[in-house]
């Protein structure tokens, strides 16, 4: 059973059309979650990072907010150029008092123009 | 803008090779990782490093897989006996010292193995 959990796994919008995308997860001892926009064949570039509920962060067109057990990453008005893979990742307590970082299998994203 | 680096940017080997995947980090950065993701699934966790020794692994990281930081600049991981089923994208982060866990990537390794 994965940790984390994406949906929906693909979505396609309409330029202008805006939409949210959700990341739910399971593990205990939440560090950080964190969103990352990857583009095929290329690693994972960081979007947000948030660690508590209730709070929000904000850039250009996408807006991150977290729950107790979820997360949404809302894109308003998107332009083509946000087609990409969108990934949520945590950050929780692992046994050598480090973190331990569990990814989700994303969303892939296309946009319409 | 400072970005990791890693080299080659594609390997192929054969079943049983060793293989040495390297890494530059963003140079004020203390925490370093290792990820792989196979053709169409998820970023998955191998290894985290600071301070000169492993702070967490995966299932994933088996005997099979080291780390190491040989120098101030490099980080690399060495698969010691590759199989087929290590056939992905291996990619290097790092985090800077302020404690946000912000994680830079970078561009990955395509390890093929024949």
């Known amino acids: 059973e994965d940790q984390v959990t994406q949906s929906p796994e693909a979505l396609r919008l309409q330029e202008g059309e805006s939409s949210s995308l959700n990341c739910s997860y399971t593990?205990?001892?939440?560090?950080?979650l964190f969103w990352y926009r990857q583009d095929p064949g290329k690693g994972p570039e960081f979007l947000f990072t948030l660690y508590s509920a209730g709070e929000e962060k904000e850039k250009e067109r996408l807006k991150a907010t977290l729950t107790k057990k979820e997360s949404f990453l809302h894109i308003t008005a998107p332009k083509p150029e946000d087609s990409a893979t969108y990934l949520c990742?945590?950050?929780?307590?692992?046994?050598?008092?480090?973190?331990?970082?569990?990814f989700g299998r994303g969303t892939s994203l296309i946009v319409h123009p | 803008e400072p970005e990791v680096t890693q080299t080659p940017s594609h390997q192929v080997t054969q079943m049983g090779q060793e293989v040495i995947l390297r890494c530059v980090p963003i140079s004020n950065h203390l925490y370093f990782y290792w990820y792989r993701q196979i053709l169409g699934q998820k970023v998955e966790f191998l290894v985290s490093?600071?301070?000169?020794?492993?702070?967490?692994k995966s299932e994933i990281f088996d005997d099979q897989f080291s780390v190491e930081r040989p120098d101030g600049s490099n980080f690399t991981l060495k698969i010691r006996s590759t199989k087929l089923e290590d056939s992905a994208m291996y990619f290097c982060a790092s985090t800077p010292p302020a404690g946000t866990y912000e994680q830079y990537f970078g561009p990955g390794t395509r390890l093929t193995v024949t």
């Open positions: 593990v205990s001892g939440l560090r950080g």
């Open positions: 490093f600071y301070n000169n020794e492993i702070s967490e």
């Open positions: 990742a945590v950050f929780w307590g692992g046994s050598g008092g480090s973190y331990i970082p569990t």
